[in-house]
Structure formats: structure tokens, C-alpha cells
């Protein structure tokens, strides 16, 4: 007889390893260890594979993966530490509503709380952070456990995907030995696994989301009765796969002409770019800087649509006594950190607000209304234009020479980059930043974002997961701070691996200069005491430079100190096959020229409004 490398542990980690594939998991991605043996030859047998030793590295990377349309990706580690690893991506995915399976191998019962090598206790590792946990015990001969491989297989990519999207735990039992073992294929329990196998996994059918028809009446209702509104457009998931940004923008588009309101859509809500610049405000953060202006620009009635808003201004605003009333509609998971919402409607977004512009597209205009809508938009606009000019003005009056300054990065890239290409932007200054710095334009572009924790963790990782499943002419940029590229510097793993145009491009100001905009650092009465302390504990420069690491890991390598120099970086990695990492330094005191930009930007629009009123009023 033949000897066949499919002992239980094998067979029963192929069963499952199957049962995926079959329920829509695209790809794995596998971090090395001895008590995943099983899994990981199994999984590499049935899904597309990548390795990466990194396991916090490796979550992030097929997080990127969902984030760009990629599907559901299962990821693998070993016993001890090693899962725990994958604590942050749990949360991201939780809080951006992004689906991500976990695969944690463990060992056997019988050396659990005994001390044993790489032995804790994994067992809902992730609490609340993760949708479901679910068992996959030790090997199993019985009929029963055979049977319930498949059907735990979809359950758990199930519940990636529903009630809501995140993170799920499954955790894998296995006793040594655990390679494969041989074996002469009449084993007992054999027939009944063949014919578990053979019946494949079972089909579940999650339930539709549809927007209630009372969410689309009390929206409707409330419109009609607030012609002068707004829409804040705060960060929204949109998939690489093309079509997916247009289309949520088409739908809020519809709404915004069928209500007649303002829409206010910061970087990440998909609707800056990619629709008529007319009809978006971009500069809205830096023009409620000035009180005067919210006074005469307060809404009857605000939409805040997606998740909340980015915009200190705006939060700042709305958590005063003088805030608007305000609807939230966040898609499927409460959200209202200020509090005090008249009401929250759960549906998705672009689904909702279709529907409700159906019902006031088909209703008779009200003139008075449509007027006074009007008259409200041209406000915010006229605003909106004076703040615009306001930053060219004072950029160019107060030019700093030849050296690459902050402000000018976003615009140079924006530039770079062709029409449907791909952004991710970190968090921390750079996604501020462009709210700051770009104004709404016409050509389409998708952005992605960990808007879901705002944490700096796997940003190069995920940005490596989003371009190993984008077309590979597509070009992909990730913008991000120098911190941001030290606590991923493993993600660079990643990257080297990749083929297609992905430039990373690192805004290096030597630390965390967002500190520098808190009132830590930007308040007089809070930071005269503590100046030595703020830059030690809380900018924390490190005076590195980034061409070592770009040369460990066979990356190319570009610096920038100059717009010239950083345009030219940018067509050179935007026109290749290869990744490559590129350090903007960036000319010293940026906050303070920062906070100048915005202040004339605030200025400006507050003089706007203060003679459309009295234009009103001749």
C-alpha cells in the first residue's frame, strides 16, 4: 500500500482550511510556528499565501486586504504570545467595520495552567474587541466533530461580515505530532470525513441591511422642515474596487440637490474628490475657527453622515451650549461622541440618503424654502472661496525659501497622483492635513484610512495589504508621519514583496509635532510651564533617518527637502513596479506657520461672511 501524508490533524485542517475557500475567504496570511503546522499546510494548500514573521505586521496587512475590496482574509499564528500580537488590528477592525478571521493555533487541555512552553490561555483573547469566538477543538474522529468543522468554517467568516463587521477568534487545538503523519488512507473515521468533504460547507445567507422606511420618513421630514442645513461628511469606508467611492458619492450628491443643503465632506468621506468642486465646503474646519462666522452660518438642521467628523472645530462646536441641532447618521454602529443628537438613524449611508431623496424628489417645492436653502449655500461658499485665497495669499507672502515646507506636501502629492488612483493617509497630522490643505476638486480619488481606533499602528503593513490586491498598474500613495514609520518599521517586510506603483511618502519633522497644535504646546498658559517636558515626552525627536531601513529591506529609497526635489520623487515611484519610500523633511516650525494658515484662512471667510450679510441687508 501507498503511504499518504493525511493523518487526522492533516485531514481535519484541510477540512477546515477548505470550508473557508468555500465561504469566500480569499487569502492567507501566515506567521511561522511549530503548533500551527497543521493549519499552515493546510491553508497554503487551499488559499493563496503570504508570510510574514511580523504577527501585529501580518493582521494589518490583510486588514488592508479588506480595506481595499480584497475580501476576508484568514490570518495564522502559533501558540503563546504570538496571537496576542493581533490585539490592535482587532480593534481597528471592530471600530472601521472591517471583516478579519484569526486563526490561533493552541495546544492540548491537558498543559494548560501548567507552565508549558508557549502555553496561555487564549481563550477569547480578544473580549469585546472581536465579533465571535469560536472553538475548534482538538482533532476529532466522531462523526459529530467531523461535521461541525465545516459549519464552525462558516459561522466564523459569517460573523467577520454580521451582525456588523470585525474581528473573529478561532482557536485550534492540536497534540503532537503535528506533521503530517503516513498513513494508508483506512482509517475509521476516514469515510465519514470523505463524505463530510465531499459535502462541502453549508451556505449561510446573512439578512439584507435596508434602510427602515420610518429612518427615511423622519429624515425627510426633518429636512423639509430645516431648509437651511448642512451635511458633515465625516471619514467613510469606500473599496478599492472601482465604482465603490462613485457611487456612494453619486447617492449623496442626489441628496444634497434634493434637500438643497451644504455639504461640509472632509478628505475621508469619499466626497471631496471625484465630483463638481461647487458643491462641497473643504475648509470648513479652519473657517469655525472664527465665532463670529459660527453665528451667522449656524444651521436649522446638521446631517452628520459617516463616522464622526475628524474636525476639532466641528466637535468643538457641537459640544458647546450654541450647537446645532443635529441627525446623525452613522451606517450600521451608533456613533455620537458630543452627545445630544435629536436622533440617530442606522442604515448605510448611501442607501438612506438615496431613499430619501427619492421621496423629496417627488414632492412639490416649496419656493420659500428652496430660496432660503439658497441663500444659506451661497454663504458657506462665498466663506469657503475667501478662505482658499486666503492660504495662497499668505503662502506666498510669507515664502520660506527653497526648503520643502509641511503645507506643501499634500498639494504636491494631490498633483502626483492621476485620476482613480488610491490615498492612505495615517492619522495623527497627516489626515488633518489634507482637510487643510486640499481644497474639493474634480478628479476622482478613493482614500483609505484607519479612521476606526485613529491609531498609528500597521499603517505600512496595511498599505502593503491594500496593494497586493489592487491591479498592479493602479497607483497607491500612503501618507504618513516619521512615527508612524518607526512603530511599523516591520511592516516594511511587506512591502518588499510588492509589485505596482506604491509610494510612501514620510512627512519627517523629527517627532510628534501634532503635539505642537495641542494645548500642550499651542497654549500659552499651559505650555510655558512645561517646554523641555512637551519636547522630551511628547515630540520625542529621534534624528533618524530612513534610508537604512529602505536599504534593509531592498526598497527604493528617495529624500526630498525641496518641492522640487519631492514632485520629482513622486513621478519617478508613481511610474514604477516597485515600492519606494520617500523622506520629506521638512523645514523647521511648521505648527507655527500651520496655525497661520488657519487663522488667515478663518479670517478671510468671516470677512465673506460678514458682507454677505450686509449685501443681504441693502
Not at 425627510?220 to 462613485?246: F, K
Amino acid at each position: 500500500m501507498t503511504a499518504r501524508s493525511d493523518d487526522l490533524h492533516s485531514a481535519w485542517s484541510h477540512l477546515f482550511a477548505a470550508a473557508l475557500a468555500q465561504c469566500g475567504v480569499r487569502r492567507a496570511v501566515i506567521s511561522p510556528g511549530s503548533r500551527s503546522t497543521p493549519l499552515a499546510l493546510a491553508l497554503a494548500a487551499h488559499l493563496p499565501t503570504t508570510l510574514l514573521h511580523d504577527e501585529r505586521a501580518a493582521a494589518f496587512y490583510a486588514l488592508g486586504q479588506a480595506r481595499t475590496g480584497g475580501g476576508v482574509s484568514v490570518v495564522l499564528a502559533t501558540s503563546g504570545s504570538a496571537p496576542g500580537h493581533w490585539l490592535p488590528a482587532a480593534i481597528e477592525a471592530r471600530e472601521s467595520g472591517l471583516p478579519l478571521l484569526l486563526l490561533s493555533a493552541d495546544r492540548p487541555w491537558d498543559v494548560q495552567q501548567a507552565q508549558a512552553s508557549q502555553t496561555v490561555d487564549q481563550v477569547r483573547l480578544f473580549g469585546v474587541h472581536a465579533n465571535a469566538y469560536f472553538e475548534l477543538g482538538l482533532p476529532d474522529e466522531h462523526p459529530a466533530a467531523l461535521r461541525a468543522v465545516p459549519r464552525i468554517a462558516a459561522q466564523a467568516v459569517l460573523a467577520t461580515r454580521h451582525p456588523l463587521s470585525g474581528a473573529v477568534q478561532v482557536n485550534a487545538h492540536f497534540r503532537k505530532p503535528l506533521e503530517p503523519r503516513p498513513s494508508d488512507g483506512r482509517e475509521p473515521w476516514r469515510a465519514d470525513l470523505e463524505a463530510v468533504a465531499a459535502a462541502g460547507a453549508p451556505r449561510i445567507v446573512a439578512p439584507r441591511a435596508m434602510p427602515d422606511a420610518a429612518a427615511v420618513a423622519a429624515l425627510v421630514e426633518a429636512v423639509r422642515a430645516a431648509p437651511q442645513g448642512l451635511i458633515v461628511a465625516g471619514p467613510m469606508n469606500a473599496s478599492g474596487a472601482r465604482g465603490d467611492a462613485a457611487a456612494l458619492r453619486a447617492a449623496v450628491m442626489r441628496f444634497v440637490a434634493a434637500s438643497g443643503y451644504a455639504l461640509l465632506a472632509e478628505a475621508t468621506s469619499q466626497l471631496r474628490f471625484g465630483a463638481a468642486a461647487a458643491c462641497r465646503i473643504g475648509a470648513f474646519d479652519a473657517l469655525l475657527c472664527a465665532p463670529e462666522l459660527r453665528r451667522r452660518l449656524a444651521p436649522a438642521l446638521a446631517l452628520e453622515i459617516g463616522a464622526p467628523a475628524v474636525s476639532a472645530q466641528w466637535l468643538d462646536w457641537i459640544s458647546g451650549s450654541d450647537a446645532p441641532p443635529r441627525i446623525v447618521l452613522p451606517g450600521l454602529r451608533p456613533a455620537d461622541p458630543a452627545g445630544g443628537a435629536r436622533a440617530m438613524l442606522l442604515a448605510p449611508v448611501a442607501a438612506l440618503l438615496d431613499a430619501a431623496a427619492v421621496v423629496l424628489e417627488a414632492g412639490a417645492p416649496d419656493a420659500a424654502a428652496l430660496a432660503a436653502g439658497a441663500d444659506y449655500r451661497r454663504r458657506w461658499h462665498g466663506a469657503e472661496a475667501a478662505a482658499w485665497v486666503a492660504r495662497s495669499q499668505a503662502i506666498a507672502a510669507n515664502a520660506a525659501g527653497a526648503a520643502l515646507q509641511e503645507h506643501e506636501i499634500a498639494p504636491l502629492l494631490r498633483a502626483a497622483l492621476p485620476a482613480d488612483a488610491l490615498l492612505m493617509v495615517g492619522n495623527s497630522s497627516p489626515v488633518r492635513d489634507l482637510d487643510h490643505d486640499l481644497p474639493p476638486d474634480e478628479r476622482p480619488l478613493t482614500l483609505l484610512h484607519q479612521r476606526g481606533a485613529a491609531g498609528i499602528d500597521g499603517l505600512v503593513a496595511g498599505a502593503a495589504g491594500a496593494r497586493s490586491v489592487i491591479d498592479a498598474a493602479r497607483p497607491l500613495a500612503l501618507l504618513i508621519g516619521d512615527v508612524s514609520l518607526l512603530h511599523d518599521a516591520g511592516g516594511l517586510a511587506a512591502v518588499a514583496a510588492q509589485r505596482g506603483p506604491l509610494a510612501i511618502v514620510v512627512v519627517h519633522n523629527d517627532g510628534g509635532r501634532i503635539f505642537e497644535r495641542l494645548p500642550l504646546g499651542a497654549d500659552a498658559g499651559v505650555a510655558s510651564g512645561v517646554q523641555d517636558a512637551r519636547e522630551r515626552l511628547f515630540v520625542a525627536p529621534h534624528g533618524r533617518a530612513f534610508d537604512g531601513l529602505a536599504s534593509t529591506w531592498g526598497i527604493a529609497y528617495e529624500r526630498a527637502s525641496t518641492a522640487a526635489e519631492l514632485a520629482q520623487a513622486l513621478a519617478h515611484a508613481l511610474a514604477s513596479d516597485r515600492p519606494c519610500l520617500i523622506e520629506a523633511r521638512v523645514a523647521p516650525g511648521g505648527s507655527a506657520r500651520r496655525a497661520a494658515l488657519l487663522a488667515a484662512m478663518a479670517a478671510a471667510g468671516a470677512a465673506a461672511g460678514a458682507a454677505a450679510v450686509a449685501a443681504d441687508r441693502r
